[in-house]
């Protein structure tokens, strides 16, 4: 069986933009859901929509695997699934590493999408030596002393970081002195690694902050909406003697003193 080792991804030899790689995962997800309701092709205003982007820039990203659909059919569903998944490699097994088996790394070791997308959890490993040989979905826990050597016997490329943010540091220093050259980091830190290694963070705090700007800024917006729209209803003139007289001021406002 292939290993993450041994064969990488084709995107950056053909020139694929960072921005398409990144939206290659939410049209792959899209299809995988059409293709297991058997739908056998999709426009591409469909699949925008579904995925989540405008159908220009589906069409777009499209072009640079060489896919352009046919004119009034669409695209072939299941040929996409393929094509997309060969570029993000994954029609082959990626063994990965889990290093801190906390609740959120033993809820990712418990986390059921990865085989079916291309990924093996090949070892669960902790610093507590309490924790060395308890199972965690079925996988039995390994001391964080033998890190070096997990790596090498699975054949290990990608890891996955889920440590306290001061351990997450030198964790990632071991994991790419052992070979591992793509890292998911879950430890609420920036990570330090030298060229030819990919890190991808994952703040769960940040994306919260963001959303709570938006919401910030949604609040404003209504706000400011609802005082424009309390209008000050018309002064209703002062009868005298049969005639209205204008309660404005010389200057259009009431006056401060209303003559006797």
Same mark, same amino acid.
């Given at each position: 069986?292939?290993t993450?080792?041994?064969?990488?991804?084709?995107?950056?030899?053909?020139?694929?933009?960072?921005?398409?790689?990144?939206?290659?995962?939410?049209?792959?997800?899209?299809?995988?859901?059409?293709?297991e309701?058997?739908?056998?092709?999709?426009?591409?205003?469909e699949?925008?929509?579904?995925?989540g982007?405008n159908?220009?820039?589906?069409?777009?990203?499209?072009?640079?695997?060489?896919?352009?659909?046919?004119r009034?059919?669409?695209?072939?569903?299941?040929?996409?699934?393929?094509?997309?998944?060969?570029?993000?490699?994954?029609?082959?097994?990626?063994?990965?590493?889990?290093?801190?088996?906390?609740?959120?790394?033993a809820?990712?070791?418990?986390y059921?999408?990865?085989a079916?997308?291309?990924?093996? @959890?090949?070892?669960?490993?902790? !610093?507590? &030596? =309490?924790? *060395?040989g308890? #199972? %965690?979905?079925?996988?039995p /826990?390994q001391?964080s002393d033998?890190l070096?050597?997990?790596?090498?016997?699975?054949? @290990?490329?990608?890891?996955?970081? !889920?440590? &306290? =943010?001061? *351990?997450?540091? #030198? %964790?990632?220093?071991?994991? /790419?002195?052992?070979?591992?050259?793509?890292?998911?980091?879950?430890a609420?830190?920036v990570?330090?690694?030298?060229?030819?290694?990919?890190?991808?963070?994952?703040?769960?705090?940040?994306?919260?902050?963001?959303?709570?700007f938006?919401?910030?800024?949604k609040?404003?917006?209504?706000?400011?909406?609802a005082?424009?729209?309390?209008?000050?209803?018309?002064?209703?003139?002062?009868?005298?003697?049969?005639?209205?007289?204008?309660?404005?001021?010389?200057?259009?406002?009431?006056?401060?003193?209303?003559?006797?």
């Amino acid at each position: 069986m292939a290993t993450g080792r041994t064969h990488r991804p084709a995107t950056r030899s053909r020139g694929i933009p960072e921005a398409t790689v990144a939206r290659l995962p939410l049209y792959l997800r899209a299809l995988t859901g059409l293709s297991e309701r058997s739908v056998p092709t999709v426009s591409s205003e469909e699949l925008a929509a579904a995925a989540g982007v405008n159908s220009a820039k589906l069409r777009k990203d499209f072009s640079y695997l060489g896919s352009y659909g046919t004119r009034g059919v669409g695209y072939d569903v299941e040929y996409l699934v393929y094509q997309i998944s060969r570029e993000l490699g994954l029609t082959q097994d990626w063994p990965v590493v889990i290093v801190g088996i906390g609740n959120l790394g033993a809820a990712l070791a418990n986390y059921g999408g990865f085989a079916s997308r291309g990924f093996r @959890v090949a070892a669960l490993i902790d !610093a507590d &030596p =309490a924790m *060395a040989g308890k #199972p %965690v979905a079925g996988i039995p /826990v390994q001391h964080s002393d033998d890190l070096e050597k997990i790596i090498s016997d699975n054949g @290990v490329s990608i890891g996955v970081i !889920a440590t &306290p =943010a001061g *351990a997450a540091q #030198p %964790v990632c220093d071991r994991l /790419v002195a052992a070979g591992v050259t793509s890292i998911l980091n879950f430890a609420p830190t920036v990570l330090s690694v030298p060229e030819g290694v990919d890190v991808r963070k994952v703040d769960l705090s940040i994306e919260l902050q963001i959303l709570a700007f938006h919401e910030q800024r949604k609040a404003g917006e209504d706000a400011a909406a609802a005082e424009a729209a309390d209008i000050v209803a018309p002064v209703a003139p002062v009868v005298r003697g049969g005639a209205a007289v204008d309660r404005k001021g010389p200057d259009g406002d009431m006056p401060a003193v209303m003559p006797a």
